[in-house]
T-cell receptor, first 112, second 114 residues
Framework: DVKVTQSSRYLVKRTGEKVFLECVQDMDHENMFWYRQDPGLGLRLIYFSYDVKMKEKGDIPEGYSVSREKKERFSLILESASTNQTSMYLC???????????FGPGTRLTVT | KQEVTQIPAALSVPEGENLVLNCSFT??????LQWFRQDPGKGLTSLLLIQSSQREQTSGRLNASLDKSSGRSTLYIAASQPGDSATYLC?????????????FGTGTQLKVEL
C-alpha cells in the first residue's frame, strides 16, 4: 500500500512565523504535490515537484515556497504566515505508471 | 481554463439505494479522470481512475463511466451503506498546461441514512 504521511495533523501558528509542513511518501514516486483545500473553493494546487530539486508553481504559489532535497520528502514553507493561509493542506504523490495520485491525511493549519 | 462541476452538492439517501453522482468538465483534452472519497477532516482516498481511452472502471459496488467528448463522468454506487457517507470528489488531469495538474470539482457530500 502506498503511504503518504504528513508531519502534523493540526498546527497553530502566529502571524509572521515561518512554518514548515513536511510530507513523506514511501513508494519511490517521482511526482509530489502540495494543495490547499478551502470551503467553496475546493482543492487548489500550490506547488508541484517532478523530481529531486525540481519544482513548478501551481495555481496559487504566492506566499509559499517548497523544498525537495530527497525523493521521498517534499516540504512546504510559509516564509511569513498570514491569517489568509489558514487552511487544510494536503500532500500527494503520483505513480507515473498508473497515473493515480495518493494523498496524505492533511494538516489543518490555523494562523492567528 | 479547465473547470470541473459536481452536481448535486449534497445528497441524502436511505440505505440500500443505488445512486449516481455527476461530474462535468469543460475541456475534453484530458489524460484521465479520478474519483476520490474524503471523510470529514481527513485526506483523499482514491476510488477509481479512468484513462481517457477508457469508457468505465469498476471496483466492488462502484462503477465510474467517462464520456470524454461530452465532458461527463458518473460514479454509480450500488446498494448504498451508511459507511459510504462521505464527500466524493472528481478530478481531471488536463493535457494543456504541461499535463501535471489535477483540477478538482468541489464535491458531492453524500449521506446514507439507516
Amino acid at each position: 500500500d502506498v503511504k503518504v504521511t504528513q508531519s502534523s495533523r493540526y498546527l497553530v501558528k502566529r502571524t509572521g512565523e515561518k512554518v514548515f509542513l513536511e510530507c513523506v511518501q514511501d513508494m519511490d514516486h517521482e511526482n509530489m504535490f502540495w494543495y490547499r483545500q478551502d470551503p467553496g473553493l475546493g482543492l487548489r494546487l500550490i506547488y508541484f515537484s517532478y523530481d529531486v530539486k525540481m519544482k513548478e508553481k501551481g495555481d496559487i504559489p504566492e506566499g509559499y515556497s517548497v523544498s525537495r532535497e530527497k525523493k521521498e520528502r517534499f516540504s512546504l514553507i510559509l516564509e511569513s504566515a498570514s491569517t489568509n493561509q489558514t487552511s487544510m493542506y494536503l500532500c500527494a504523490s503520483r505513480n507515473t505508471a498508473s497515473n493515480e495520485q495518493y494523498f496524505g491525511p492533511g494538516t489543518r493549519l490555523t494562523v492567528t | 481554463k479547465q473547470e470541473v462541476t459536481q452536481i448535486p452538492a449534497a445528497l441524502s439517501v436511505p440505505e440500500g439505494e443505488n445512486l449516481v453522482l455527476n461530474c462535468s468538465f469543460t475541456d475534453s483534452a484530458i489524460y484521465n479522470l479520478q474519483w476520490f472519497r474524503q471523510d470529514p477532516g481527513k485526506g483523499l482516498t482514491s476510488l477509481l481512475l479512468i484513462q481517457s481511452s477508457q469508457r468505465e472502471q469498476t471496483s466492488g459496488r462502484l462503477n465510474a463511466s467517462l464520456d470524454k467528448s461530452s465532458g461527463r463522468s458518473t460514479l454509480y454506487i450500488a446498494a448504498s451503506q451508511p459507511g459510504d457517507s462521505a464527500t466524493y470528489l472528481c478530478a481531471v488531469r488536463g493535457i494543456t498546461g504541461g499535463g501535471n495538474k489535477l483540477t478538482f470539482g468541489t464535491g458531492t457530500q453524500l449521506k446514507v441514512e439507516l
